[in-house]
């Protein structure tokens, strides 16, 4: 079933989960997700993001998105991640997205705000969530490891959320996109004291690379949504791999990539907590 961010995270909320905002630029990661989720009984969040969209354009795969969304046996989330433009963000929500991203965190924090707080009115009119971000995620292959102006403060956190109106808040804390060229600190108490600061559910980017402790100290300490997108990729290779290297056919790959990336969603699900909380 179509759902927003609100079905789903203030429930992670109350009961100390997570759930996986998994991203799906074509149809076989589709499949995955939404096969992992219904077979473990778990909402889940699946979608795309603007700089992902060379790879999978919106009008392409929208649809199809959203129609197995409804059909899913399990609440699912079509979620327009890290949207970066206004235009992009109206068109993900004319398509039928049930929540977007918008992402003015690498610019000016006071213009961030203005330009969350109206796209947050345009999405509620449709019907959709929208997650914000305060502090910035930045590149894996350029974080330094070390605590900067960059990461989120509690009190940045609440002025945000009451300034914006947002439904999910997307905080800096150490993690980064990509794939992590050296293990990541992650400033657990700045969580904890963002998390005391505020009610609104608080999202983790970067999740991708991040050890299973990491995950469940930070969904212990408040995270109800983690985005996971480069390890569904990592086993996607792996998968093409191990199929040319046993002579597979075209079809027998793509069914071999299936498998693969839906047995990492299904870890991911396992240990964010979400099994069984459909």
Do not use: W
Request: overall charge negative.
């Amino acid at each position: 079933m179509l759902v927003n961010l609100n079905d789903v995270l203030k429930k992670a909320q109350a009961e100390h989960y997570g759930v996986g905002l998994f991203n799906t630029t074509d149809t076989d990661m589709l499949e995955a997700a939404i096969s992992a989720a219904e077979e473990l009984n778990s909402p889940i969040i699946i979608g795309t993001a603007e700089v992902l969209l060379p790879n999978g354009e919106l009008k392409l795969i929208a649809p199809s998105v959203i129609a197995a969304a409804k059909r899913a046996k399990v609440p699912v989330v079509v979620h327009y991640d890290h949207g970066l433009t206004f235009d992009r963000c109206i068109e993900a929500l004319k398509l039928g997205f049930s929540s977007i991203m918008f992402d003015g965190s690498a610019g000016d924090a006071e213009q961030n705000i203005a330009d969350t707080k109206e796209i947050v009115k345009i999405a509620h009119s449709f019907g959709a969530t929208v997650e914000g971000e305060i502090g910035h995620v930045g590149q894996a292959d350029t974080c330094d490891n070390a605590v900067t102006d960059s990461y989120t403060t509690p009190e940045e956190a609440a002025d945000f959320i009451v300034k914006t109106g947002v439904d999910a808040l997307a905080v800096a804390i150490g993690t980064a996109h990509g794939a992590y060229k050296e293990k990541p600190c992650l400033d657990i108490e700045r969580l904890k004291q963002i998390r005391a600061k505020v009610d609104t559910p608080l999202v983790l980017h970067g999740g991708s690379g991040l050890s299973d402790d990491d995950f469940r100290n930070t969904v212990r300490e408040g995270i109800a949504k983690v985005n996971i997108f480069t390890d569904l990729c990592i086993a996607g290779n792996k998968a093409m791999e191990d199929g040319l290297a046993k002579g597979l056919s075209y079809l027998e790959i793509r069914n071999l990539k299936v498998e693969y990336i839906k047995q990492v969603v299904k870890e991911k699900i396992t240990l964010f907590g979400s099994v069984n909380k459909a």
